[in-house]
């Protein structure tokens, strides 16, 4: 019990002291030290007996002593010199983040007679850090119909240093197409955004690839890069255009059904759909949807009908090439039949006289007509009697 009396009122003691001393504390401003960050263990920070106003061999004398929160010994204190020293190399991002200013509390604590010294610890910045991006390589899909003052956000650089050592600016790899603007966002951070500075045209080029670098302001600056690719989207821009305007092909009238007549072939100069060309009669007539077949896809014309010299000697078909936008192009094919000897010659008597009376005097006997529904020297004819 009595033990237990004994112990209490220095408790109260130890209670009082430090309120005491928390009263203290809040009436003085703490003293002020500073150190750059990444300097090397035992660098010297400051004379503590010099900025506490008292003697070298005070600060031994009286049991001088550093103490953080937390235990942290990133400070010591050479008695003898009163010299405040590093313990360790500070790195100012990992001890506040991005927090500026980057301020360590402690204490100077003496005995003999006790006194409690608030200081503070600046760690100061050094452009130890060079801005990165997150992704290395940045997709932007834009179609070419895009107007050129057009902006598209990229995603912006992090830089672990902060005032002027941190990320101050962007610059973009020269080119025609594109420009750079910075946003200032209202939390301070700064935002690279692509301007469309000329029109894009797929079928010229079809990807930019652009160098977008960001830069900090140290001395020394230093920066990181990122590769923003620009994947130009086709629009319905280009119509289909044909080899030829107009196909002229030859066929001999006893060509046999599904023979290959001829191919008509346009391009398109868009990509996917936009450049998928089918090709279709343009207003045919019931005689050439009998006679020929077009493969749509292909362009190959084919013969579906017999066709006859004697009956028409020559076809003339539209044909139109429409891509996937709609727009298209028409061309003609005129396809000749070859004649072929595949008709005989034909009598026709339009008169007869029979029988003739014998020492007749010279008189028409017969009035008659030949005819050959063949052509050129397959029509030409020679009439003569027999015996």
């Known amino acids: ?22 009263v203290s504390g809040a009436a003085s401003e703490p003293q002020q030290f500073s150190v750059v960050e990444e300097m090397e263990r035992g660098s010297f920070v400051a004379n ?8 070298v061999g005070e600060l031994s004398n009286r049991g001088a002593r550093v103490v953080f929160k937390g235990n942290k010994d990133y ?36 005995e003999k007679p006790f006194q409690i010294v608030r200081a503070e610890l600046r760690v100061h910045d050094i452009n130890d850090h060079s801005p990165v991006f997150t992704e290395r390589e940045m997709l932007l899909k834009i179609p070419e119909s895009t107007s050129p003052g057009t902006m598209f956000l990229l995603e912006n650089a992090r830089d672990l240093d902060v005032g002027n050592n941190s990320l101050q600016n962007y610059a973009i790899s020269p080119n025609s197409f594109f420009d750079i603007q910075i946003r200032d966002s209202s939390e301070g951070k700064r935002y690279p955004e692509l301007v469309l500075d000329e029109p894009l045209d797929r079928e010229e080029q079809s990807e930019v690839t652009l160098t977008l670098t960001a830069v900090d302001g140290g001395v020394p600056p230093r920066s990181g890069t990122a590769q923003v690719r620009v994947v130009v989207m086709d629009i319905n821009d280009n119509a289909p255009v044909f080899t030829q305007s107009q196909y002229e092909v030859q066929i001999p009238e006893n060509i046999s059904i599904g023979s290959k007549v001829v191919i008509v072939s346009a391009t398109d100069l868009d990509a996917g759909n936009y450049g998928e060309i089918s090709y279709t009669f343009l207003y045919p007539s019931e005689n050439i949807r009998k006679t020929f077949h077009l493969k749509e896809k292909l362009g ?33 094919v005129v396809v000749q039949l070859i004649d072929l000897n595949d008709n005989p010659p034909e009598l026709t008597i339009s008169s007869l006289t029979s029988p003739i009376p014998e020492n007749s005097p010279e008189t028409v006997v017969a009035v008659f007509r030949v005819s050959d529904l063949d052509s050129g020297e397959n029509g030409k004819m020679v009439c003569s009697i027999q015996d």
């Open 300 to 332: 190959e014309l084919y013969l579906r009908g017999k066709v006859d010299f004697e009956s028409t000697q020559s076809y003339i078909i539209n044909i139109q090439a429409t891509d996937g936008g709609g727009l298209s192009a028409e061309c003609t």
């Open 48 to 55: 503590v007996a010099k900025a506490l106003g008292l003697e």
């Open 1 to 22: 019990m009595e033990r237990e009396g004994a112990m209490i009122p220095q408790q109260r003691q130890v209670l009082f002291l430090l309120v005491l001393l928390g």
């Open 75 to 110: 400070l010591q204190l050479n008695h003898r010199t009163g010299d405040l020293l590093l313990r360790e190399k500070l790195d100012r991002e990992e001890l506040c983040g991005p927090a500026e200013p980057c301020v360590l509390p402690f204490q100077i604590l003496l």
